[in-house]
């Protein structure tokens, strides 16, 4: 089996420059965003959430990016679950994107707040069926006895809906995170990477280089 501290590889796909950056981090996200896409990468929405408690306990887990613009990045999820309760208590957090395909990663820091009931209502029906019925199946993060709790409440709600609207469940919808940093990393040889920060200062983002 081979070492795990043997396993590297050479970044030599791209590089980062400030005079190729935008000036703006969200033109720079949706460059890099478009790139992605076009790259065909799995789940290229995935991103690493990262939040804490108010003791500064961390907890990380992957959700998906529904939505962005300049006012910040949207997911959804259950308001009852883990990650949900850490932002009731802290609501700064964080997001990671990584684009192995591209040698790319996008961090991004800042506070959440809940979107509009509006914005919640619309990318709730715009959800499968299934997906609608598991929002409501499922108590997400608290301890149950089996897979079986889940298949029972699933068979209860299918008959319970069948050929009716699947409502929103008031426990569930979406959150918004408005950035203060923004940073871009792009693979290069011999772990020298590009490291290209955006720092919010009042209402103007300044453009940094860190070191890899």
């Given at each position: 089996?081979?070492?795990?501290?043997?396993?590297?590889?050479?970044?030599?796909?791209?590089?980062?420059?400030?005079?190729?950056?935008?000036?703006?981090?969200?033109?720079?996200?949706?460059?890099?965003?478009?790139?992605?896409?076009?790259?065909?990468?799995?789940?290229?929405?995935?991103?690493?959430?990262?939040?804490?408690?108010?003791?500064?306990?961390?907890?990380?887990?992957?959700?998906?990016?529904?939505?962005?613009?300049?006012?910040?990045?949207?997911?959804?999820?259950?308001?009852?679950?883990?990650?949900?309760?850490?932002?009731?208590?802290?609501?700064?957090a964080a997001l990671v994107f990584y684009w192995k395909e591209l040698e790319r990663q996008v961090r991004i820091q800042g506070s959440t707040t809940k979107v509009n009931n509006s914005i919640s209502d619309a990318y709730f029906e715009s959800r499968p069926e299934g997906?609608?019925?598991?929002?409501?199946?499922?108590?997400?993060?608290?301890?149950?006895?089996?897979?079986?709790?889940?298949?029972?409440?699933?068979?209860?709600?299918?008959?319970?809906?069948?050929?009716?609207?699947?409502?929103?469940?008031?426990?569930?919808?979406?959150?918004?995170?408005?950035?203060?940093?923004?940073?871009?990393?792009?693979?290069?040889?011999?772990?020298?990477?590009?490291?290209?920060?955006?720092?919010?200062?009042?209402?103007?983002?300044?453009?940094?280089?860190?070191?890899?």
């Amino acid at each position: 089996m081979k070492s795990i501290a043997n396993l590297r590889k050479e970044y030599i796909l791209q590089s980062l420059e400030e005079k190729d950056a935008d000036k703006d981090p969200f033109a720079q996200f949706t460059k890099w965003w478009m790139q992605a896409m076009a790259s065909n990468i799995d789940d290229v929405n995935a991103m690493t959430l990262a939040t804490a408690n108010k003791l500064g306990i961390p907890s990380a887990r992957i959700v998906l990016l529904k939505d962005y613009d300049e006012k910040g990045f949207v997911f959804f999820t259950n308001f009852l679950s883990h990650k949900a309760n850490d932002l009731e208590e802290n609501p700064n957090a964080a997001l990671v994107f990584y684009w192995k395909e591209l040698e790319r990663q996008v961090r991004i820091q800042g506070s959440t707040t809940k979107v509009n009931n509006s914005i919640s209502d619309a990318y709730f029906e715009s959800r499968p069926e299934g997906s609608k019925l598991g929002a409501w199946a499922s108590p997400q993060s608290t301890v149950i006895p089996g897979r079986h709790v889940l298949e029972i409440k699933i068979n209860e709600l299918q008959n319970l809906y069948a050929g009716k609207e699947i409502m929103r469940p008031a426990f569930w919808g979406g959150y918004n995170l408005k950035p203060s940093v923004i940073e871009f990393w792009q693979g290069r040889q011999n772990r020298l990477h590009d490291r290209l920060q955006y720092r919010l200062q009042e209402n103007d983002w300044k453009l940094e280089r860190l070191a890899p």
